[in-house]
């Protein structure tokens, strides 16, 4: 990296370094958040993966945040990848660490007060109305979650609260999340190892579903394998069954700071590249299609109805 460059980054984090250290914990990580989503832009993306992936790495400042157990979860990757499930659940609330010093609990509680935290939260919300929604339409819905890991919105349903009889199916590949399913849901819910290569490959096959649905998965397909992805779901739909994937869009200001502090790497969606999603289903199998952003303008939403 180009000895300017190092020194302009170096400078950001130094300073949101000695605001820290000063006591202006949250004021400082927020302003990090925003030099650094305005120095992503300044360097382009080879320099900024340099810089994100091994300057950062190697500054104090990465210990620092990192007592707090989300970005160090995040960071380092247990299972293999950012975002999985425990993650989400300290952003849902549903896991809160023991433990934390005064500090790291101020780290903490801003990480899951950002944009993207709240986004997820909405997510989730949104997913359990979907699901209500196909509940009420149907008095036995068959409902597919691909990517569910820990499954969190299902309690959120009147559906589940009144117990209502469904056909549920959870997908994931992470066999610690469906340990967390089984034990969470035993019977009611039908738990199945699988993934998106499973699916594309013909491996694993669902039909007449009247809601299928990936809530963080798309973040991480490329296009041609969205793609497909995208019109496998629609197949498994019956007629009037609705489709509903999300992508967070490339807007979300907290990329930079996801990029560095968590290593958390998405591949972001507008509305546009959310459309090219449906390129392998057939216009007049289409019976409606709505593309929409969630209220912070943070996630976008591709809903599908099948004729």
């Known amino acids: 990296m180009p000895t300017s460059h190092m020194s302009k980054g170096s400078a950001l984090l130094d300073k949101a370094c000695e605001g820290i250290q000063s006591g202006e914990v949250e004021q400082s990580l927020s302003e990090l958040k925003d030099s650094l989503l305005d120095y992503r832009a300044e360097l382009g993306p080879e320099l900024w993966s340099e810089f994100a992936k091994q300057h950062f790495s190697e500054h104090p400042i990465r210990k620092i945040v990192h007592q707090s157990p989300f970005s160090h979860r995040s960071y380092t990757r247990p299972r293999g990848y950012a975002g999985d499930a425990v993650t989400l659940d300290y952003i849902y609330g549903d896991l809160s ?81 469906l340990t967390v399913l089984r034990e969470s849901y035993g019977s009611d819910v039908n738990v199945v190892p ?47 069954g609705r489709l509903l994937v999300a992508n967070f869009h490339p807007g979300l200001i907290d990329i930079g700071a996801m990029e560095t502090t968590m290593n958390w790497w998405l591949i972001y969606r507008n509305e546009s590249e959310m459309a090219e999603l449906t390129g392998e289903i057939e216009n007049a199998q289409i019976a409606e299609q709505k593309i929409f952003r969630d209220q912070g303008d943070n996630l976008v939403y591709l809903d599908l109805k099948r004729g």
């Not at 949104?126 to 509940?135: M, N, S």
């Not at 809601?211 to 973040?219: N, R």
């Open 194 to 240: 699988g993934s998106v290569r499973s699916l594309i490959a013909g491996k694993q096959h669902f039909a007449d579903q009247d809601l299928v649905y990936a809530a963080g998965l798309y973040d991480y397909l490329p296009l041609p394998v969205a793609r497909r992805l995208t019109a496998l779901m629609f197949q498994m739909l019956k007629p009037g």
């Open 97 to 177: 660490p023991n433990g934390l010093s005064p500090f790291a609990e101020r780290v903490f509680n801003w990480e899951r007060a950002t944009p993207s935290a709240e986004a997820v939260r909405g997510r989730r919300d949104l997913l359990a109305r979907y699901i209500d929604e196909a509940a009420a339409a149907t008095q036995t819905p068959s409902i597919l979650a691909i990517a569910c890991g820990h499954l969190r919105e299902l309690r959120l349903t009147k559906a589940w609260k009144q117990k209502q009889s469904m056909n549920f199916t959870a997908l994931d590949q992470d066999q610690e999340s």
